[in-house]
């Protein structure tokens, strides 16, 4: 059977889109919920239904051949009509049942969201709402796939993340501060940190995941900062002791003594008044972050596009 005679399933083009996005086959299949060797399969069919290789797996990761890459924004463009007209239909049919899909990090679905949402709620109806949080990577996903109209993540202007890169619209809702901090000493000092930057190494530092938003951001711009603030401090100085996804955990573990911890500003704000945390470095360590909201780039449900439009109004310059 050629190319044109095999059946597609578009299960497939959700696959491909995937793999294109992470280059990962392991990982690729794990967003899909499916197992590799299935999703390898599928791939491979729809390689036959194009007739022609789009991926170079002798690369790592794996790559778009040229085709691949003339294939996927016409994939995509295709799948985002579909999915317009699939929501349009829906609410042309149950405009008010229409539900509203939000994905945000664990952090911003505790504290900012469900106040942003309550000022939203005084101007907008709107009805049925369906939240999922996750780290900052997994809410990427699910906004790749087309399962959420919305994600509230972290950001910075000089660390793209992935939906930056593939373009997809966004608002600025508010600022915070990644500050570093420490408990104080024991020896009664006033502002004096137990861990602090420039103490003797190495300085106990407790991290977010690779798959947090806020780690990515940290990081990217710690290494910058160790060179440029003094010969005393280098990234060997910092030792990592404790890794997790959630700014709630790395506080509680900075609250018990165990390192330097870049806490949001916003999150710290009664134990920096208490004295229960205090500044571990000079202020040029400190680390602005934005609070974004991305939204899909093809048209969503009159509901939808109005929230859209009234935090559009309220978003930050």
Request: negative net charge.
């Amino acid at each position: 059977m050629g190319p044109g005679n095999r059946n597609l399933d578009l299960e497939w083009l959700e696959d491909f889109i995937a793999l294109a996005e992470s280059g990962n086959f392991s990982r690729a299949a794990e967003a899909r919920a499916i197992a590799q060797p299935a999703f390898s399969r599928h791939i491979r069919g729809l390689e036959e239904w194009v007739g022609v290789d789009l991926f170079d797996r002798s690369a790592h990761p794996a790559a778009l051949t040229a085709a691949g890459q003339r294939f996927l924004p016409l994939l995509e463009k295709v799948l985002g009509d579909l999915e317009a007209s699939r929501i349009k239909a829906r609410a042309a049919h149950d405009q008010e049942e229409s539900t509203l899909r939000f994905a945000a990090t664990h952090f911003l679905s505790l504290t900012f969201f469900p106040r942003w949402l309550t000022g939203i709620e005084s101007q907008l109806h709107i009805g049925a709402l369906q939240t999922m949080s996750d780290s900052s990577r997994s809410c990427e996903f699910l906004m790749f796939q087309r399962r959420v109209q919305f994600v509230l993540c972290h950001g910075h202007e000089n660390v793209p993340g992935r939906l930056d890169e593939q373009e997809y619209p966004m608002l600025l809702l508010d600022r915070d501060m990644l500050l570093p901090v420490s408990v104080p000493h024991p020896d009664g000092t006033m502002g004096k940190a137990l861990h602090a930057i420039g103490n003797a190494p190495p300085v106990p530092m407790l991290a977010y995941s690779e798959e947090s938003g806020l780690g990515r951001i940290m990081r990217a711009q710690l290494r910058p900062n160790m060179v440029k603030t003094g010969r005393n401090t280098s990234e060997s100085d910092l030792q990592e002791v404790f890794t997790a996804h959630h700014a709630v955990l790395l506080k509680t573990m900075a609250l018990e003594g165990r390192g330097i911890a870049w806490l949001p500003q916003s999150l710290i704000t009664a134990e920096l008044a208490s004295g229960a945390l205090v500044g571990a470095g000079p202020k040029a360590w400190n680390i602005p972050v934005e609070v974004r909201m991305y939204r899909q780039g093809a048209v969503m449900s009159d509901k939808a596009e109005a929230l859209w439009s009234l935090a559009k109004k309220q978003a930050l310059a």
